[in-house]
T-cell receptor
Framework: RKEVEQDPGPFNVPEGATVAFNCTYSNSASQSFFWYRQDCRKEPKLLMSVYSSGNEDGRFTAQLNRASQYISLLIRDSKLSDSATYLCVVGNYGGATNKLIFGTGTLLAVQP | NAGVTQTPKFQVLKTGQSMTLQCAQDMNHEYMSWYRQDPGMGLRLIHYSVGAGITDQGEVPNGYNVSRSTTEDFPLRLLSAAPSQTSVYFC?????????????FGPGTRLTVT
């Protein structure tokens, strides 16, 4: 089982739609959670951190469910510019190496 | 600020050749790391550094060396290139060692080994 799993998509949605991505992680001791955005042939960029209480940034809402070990990202009123790959990232502390585990990403294509 | 810069953007090597991928950041970040990204796989950590003079191995270190003589620079050396090292390489930096900090990525180097 992969440490971080995402539905690869693609998710094809019309402009204005609401779309949700889920991500599951296997290490119950994971302590930090993020969504990164990666445009085609570009570097990943932080979209938002994910907190236990849930957090919102404009049209984007992230939620964390520790009991079920999943993270979600909700995008409301999709724009063409939201088309990208969304990477779920989990931070694992302790042991020999603290490290970030990246999911393979979910591809979103917003259609006009 | 230029942020994180990487050179070259593209590189083609023959099997057995060696080369160095350059990475520099101007944000005075202590933590720097190298990742590779392959189709169908998430970014995987190759090597990282928590400060000048300190480096450590990540998940996939074989075939790569790093050094950190200054805070700004973190070059990645391929010792003897193999086709399995064909990938996109990203350098990243962050403010602190803790994994709660945003990772700033460079634009990447696309490497092909024939």
């Amino acid at each position: 089982r992969k440490e971080v799993e995402q539905d690869p998509g693609p998710f094809n949605v019309p402009e204005g739609a609401t779309v949700a991505f889920n991500c599951t992680y296997s290490n119950s001791a994971s302590q930090s959670f993020f969504w990164y955005r990666q445009d085609c042939r570009k570097e990943p960029k932080l979209l938002m951190s994910v907190y236990s209480s849930g957090n919102e940034d404009g049209r984007f809402t992230a939620q964390l469910n520790r009991a079920s070990q999943y993270i979600s990202l909700l995008i409301r009123d999709s724009k063409l510019s939201d088309s990208a790959t969304y990477l779920c990232v989990v931070g694992n502390y302790g042991g020999a190496t603290n490290k970030l585990i990246f999911g393979t990403g979910t591809l979103l294509a917003v259609q006009p | 600020n230029a942020g994180v810069t990487q050179t070259p953007k593209f590189q083609v090597l023959k099997t057995g050749q060696s080369m160095t991928l350059q990475c520099a950041q101007d944000m005075n970040h202590e933590y720097m790391s190298w990742y590779r990204q392959d189709p169908g796989m998430g970014l995987r950590l190759i090597h990282y550094s928590v400060g000048a003079g300190i480096t450590d191995q990540g998940e996939v270190p074989n075939g790569y060396n790093v050094s950190r003589s200054t805070t700004e620079d973190f070059p990645l050396r391929l010792l003897s290139a193999a086709p399995s090292q064909t990938s996109v390489y990203f350098c990243a930096s962050s403010y602190g060692q803790a994994l709660s900090y945003e990772q700033y990525f460079g634009p990447g180097t696309r490497l092909t080994v024939t």
